[in-house]
């Protein structure tokens, strides 16, 4: 089965870029979204179709897809920023989600 | 605004049966596809099963296979996610989720989240 790999955990400063990574078997030739969860909270959409923003979500959020990996970069991060974060492709009409970053903002 | 909630979690013994509803209001429901999603304690994100706009495809994670069934009604704006032959490792957060489209489209997202109802299996 297909399978999408995350860096366990980052931690970030204030005003930093975070750059989270998605890894999976040609990657590029899918398309990959990412969502928030803050704590005790449900998934939020933050990035589609690799790198489109839904409404409502701050510029600061980018995204990118090549190769083997998908990138979601948070530039200027900011406190209210910190949260688990999932990346997510389809396979053969099925979802695959990414193993998950925890994001620390410190 | 899109809302959709969860309801018939609770504590089951394995081995049993159980059915989660989810109500959804908002939006045109018979347009859009929707899934079924997870959450162990303390852990990721897991999809267990989407069926598209009319009922007619209905795809599932290879650990509810055979157990799990997700049906839907039009009529009553519901999803249903009836979970059979339950184990220890089926306890989770079950949330349901809205897809953005109606029937499969590989840039497909998940644009809505309900809350999420808590199933425990435990003896």
């Known amino acids: 089965s297909y399978e999408l790999t995350q860096p366990p955990s980052m931690s970030v400063s204030p005003g930093q870029t975070a750059s989270i990574t998605c890894s999976g078997d040609?990657?590029?030739?899918?398309?990959a979204c990412w969502y928030q969860q803050k704590s005790g909270q449900s998934p939020m959409l933050v990035i589609y179709?690799?790198?489109k923003r839904p409404s409502g979500i701050p510029e600061r959020f980018s995204g990118s897809n090549s190769g083997n990996t998908a990138t979601l970069t948070i530039s200027g991060t900011q406190a209210m920023d910190e949260a688990d974060y999932y990346c997510?492709?389809?396979?053969?009409?099925?979802?695959?989600f990414g193993t998950g970053t925890k994001v620390t903002v410190l | 605004q899109v809302q959709l909630v969860e309801s018939g979690g609770g504590v089951v013994q394995p081995g049993r049966s159980l059915r989660l509803s989810c109500a959804a209001s908002?939006?045109?429901?018979?347009?859009?596809?929707m899934h079924w999603v997870r959450q162990a304690p303390g852990k990721g994100l897991e999809w267990v099963a989407v069926?598209?706009?009319?009922?007619?495809?209905?795809y599932y994670a290879d650990s509810v296979k055979g157990r799990f069934t997700i049906s839907r009604d039009n009529s009553k704006n519901t999803v249903y996610l009836q979970m059979n032959s339950l184990r220890a490792e089926d306890t989770a957060v079950y949330y349901c989720?809205?897809?953005?489209?109606?029937?499969?489209?590989?840039?497909?997202?998940?644009?809505?989240w309900g809350q999420g109802t808590l199933v425990t299996v435990s003896s």
């Open positions: 989720a809205r897809a953005a489209c109606g029937s499969y489209d590989s840039d497909c997202p998940i644009d809505y």
């Open positions: 908002g939006f045109t429901f018979s347009s859009y596809g």
């Open positions: 069926i598209w706009y009319d009922g007619s495809n209905k």
């Open positions: 040609k990657l590029e030739d899918k398309y």
């Open positions: 179709q690799d790198s």
């Open positions: 997510q492709a389809w396979d053969s009409s099925t979802v695959v």
